[in-house]
Structure formats: structure tokens, C-alpha cells
């Protein structure tokens, strides 16, 4: 089973602010299974980005994701309120998918 | 528009079973594979598993083997999970989603049902 680490836990930041998340796997993936998903209080994970660096429909270029290997970054380059949420990265080489444990973003 | 729905939460005793509903609209259903996920209270998002809508073959995640059961209606479009013999830590949310090869990943989901288990 291949395990996503997520780093840090909490990351507290003001808007305007540059946001680095992180998400390490426990065996090297093709970062064209790997997927990071926002969730806001209340509401079901929505897709940002797919294939590690792909942004989903509809999601702002302040959002980024870079990485291979084992380690993979996603960047949102300038925090909007909108953004204060909590962030999973996903991989997809195994059957069934899994989740890392979450990065929240909350405003400092 | 691809929309999925879900039925509405549920409050169940221990040892009752619960079956979640997620009709699937906009989209042909049985193209796409289904994935449920489950979101404890306060707690990450992990997948339970998914399941083959063409075929209606499912594949269990550990941990939801035994109790938890995928199955389809594919005449109207919908997916269900059932939870038998219920116990309190499966109190959570209960998410379906779809699954999208294209860019293996979850691109749809479902609004969530929560489901509590107490006495």
C-alpha cells in the first residue's frame, strides 16, 4: 500500500501570503497519479489538481503543483480568504486510491 | 452537468444497517467507476473502495470488508452503500465520487450523507 504523508499538519498564514504544501509518498509514483483536492468546512473535496501539475476546471492560476518521485509540492502563490481550507493530496497507482492526512490552511 | 446526489443523513441504532443512495445525472453512469469515501468527524478523507459500474464488480478497501457493500441500479443511474451490523466509529459522512481515468482522479462528488450511529 503506498502511504502519502502530508506536511505541514497546520499551516497558518495570512491572506497575500505564498503557501507551500507537501506530500511525500512511501515508494516513488509517476506524477501522473497523483491528485490534490481542497475541502472547505461543510462541503465535499473538490478537485485542483490532477497528473501533479494539471489544474482541474475552473481553478485559479494561483494554484500550482510541481514534484516527482516521492515528493510533491502544491503552491498557491498569493492566499485569497477563499482559500483558508483544508488540502489532500490523492494517489491512484494502487487499487483501491488513498489520501494523504491533510494539510489545513487556516489564517493566521 | 455532471451532478451527483445523495440521499439524506440517517440516524441509526447499533447493529441497524443503512443503505446511502447517489443517483448520477449528466453523464453516462455506467462509463465511469464509482468511488465511496468516508470522513469520520473532525478526521482526513480515506476510500473505502469502488466500484465497477459496467461490470458491478466492487474492490474493498481494508478495513471495509465484511460489513460494507457497493452495489448499482443501473436503470436509474444510482449507486448505493450499505452498512450492516452498525456500530458507533461509523459515525462519518459518506461520500460518493466519481472516478475519471482521463485524469485519474476524482472529478464529481457527491453532496455527503451523514450517517450516525448511537443509541
Known amino acids: ?108 | 452537468q455532471v451532478q451527483l446526489v445523495q440521499s439524506g443523513s440517517e440516524l441509526k441504532k447499533p447493529g441497524a444497517s443503512v443503505k446511502v443512495s447517489c443517483k448520477a445525472s449528466g453523464y453516462t453512469f455506467t462509463g465511469y467507476a464509482m468511488n465511496w469515501v468516508r470522513q469520520a468527524p473532525g478526521q482526513g478523507v480515506e476510500c473505502m473502495g469502488w466500484i465497477n459500474t459496467n461490470s458491478g464488480n466492487p474492490t474493498y478497501a481494508q478495513g471495509f470488508t465484511g460489513r460494507f457493500v457497493f452495489s448499482l441500479d443501473t436503470s436509474v443511474s444510482t449507486a448505493y452503500l450499505q452498512i450492516s451490523s452498525l456500530k458507533a466509529e461509523d459515525t462519518a459522512v459518506y461520500y460518493c465520487a466519481r472516478y475519471l481515468g482521463s485524469v485519474r482522479s476524482l472529478d464529481s462528488w457527491g453532496q455527503g450523507t451523514l450517517v450516525t450511529v448511537s443509541s
Open chain 1, 1 to 108: 500500500e503506498i502511504v502519502l504523508t502530508q506536511s505541514p499538519g497546520t499551516l497558518s498564514l495570512s491572506p497575500g501570503e505564498r503557501a507551500t504544501l507537501s506530500c511525500r509518498a512511501s515508494q516513488s509514483i509517476s506524477s501522473s497519479y497523483l491528485a490534490w483536492y481542497q475541502q472547505k468546512p461543510g462541503q465535499a473535496p473538490r478537485l485542483l489538481i490532477y497528473g501533479a501539475s494539471s489544474r482541474a476546471t475552473g481553478v485559479p492560476d494561483r494554484f500550482s503543483g510541481g514534484g516527482s518521485g516521492t515528493d510533491f509540492t502544491l503552491t498557491i502563490s498569493r492566499l485569497e480568504p477563499e482559500d483558508f481550507a483544508v488540502y489532500y493530496c490523492q494517489q491512484s497507482v494502487t487499487s483501491p486510491l488513498t489520501f494523504g492526512g491533510g494539510t489545513k490552511v487556516e489564517i493566521k
